[in-house]
């Protein structure tokens, strides 16, 4: 007597969805571009903005595609600024500037929470910011960025 054994082929909703991430896979194997150090400071009516929320928008790029270098202002109103990891810098490129400056409120469970835009929004869309910077291939120590309240 001969045992016949069964050799079990993969679903095919299994091999539809190994086809279908491929592209996924290898769009994740692509480099990282090359990002440069970008450090600055913010100056609101003259004075240092701790906790102001700034973010690069590549000028050819106004939808606010990745990369999207950012940081947040420190007690002395200097940031440095990240893309993809901590402090990692930002791509080359011609920018524009947008600032968001939350005042921070408190909730009924007194929780800090952000509140509106201390600056009005004045400056928080990148096509009327009117603010630009260049990032250049080597490290960048930005002119202080000086902003009105007002």
Avoid at 14 to 41: F, K
Wanted: glycine share 8%; net charge negative.
């Amino acid at each position: 007597m001969q045992l016949r054994t069964q050799t079990r082929r993969p679903p095919r909703a299994a091999l539809w969805l190994i086809l279908l991430a491929l592209p996924w896979w290898q769009g994740c194997s692509q480099e990282l571009p090359d990002r440069y150090p970008v450090m600055g400071t913010l100056l609101v009516d003259g004075q240092p903005a701790e906790g102001a929320q700034i973010r690069l928008v590549r000028n050819d790029e106004f939808d606010d595609a990745p990369p999207v270098p950012y940081a947040i202002t420190k007690a002395d109103g200097s940031f440095v600024l990240s893309t993809f990891l901590f402090e990692d810098g930002a791509p080359v490129g011609e920018y524009q500037v947008t600032v968001f400056w939350p005042s921070v409120t408190r909730n009924e469970f007194g929780e800090q929470v952000e509140g509106p835009d201390r600056l009005g929004g004045r400056y928080a869309q990148a096509e009327d910011s009117g603010l630009q910077i260049t990032v250049a291939a080597h490290s960048n120590h930005l002119e202080p960025l000086k902003l009105s309240a007002q």
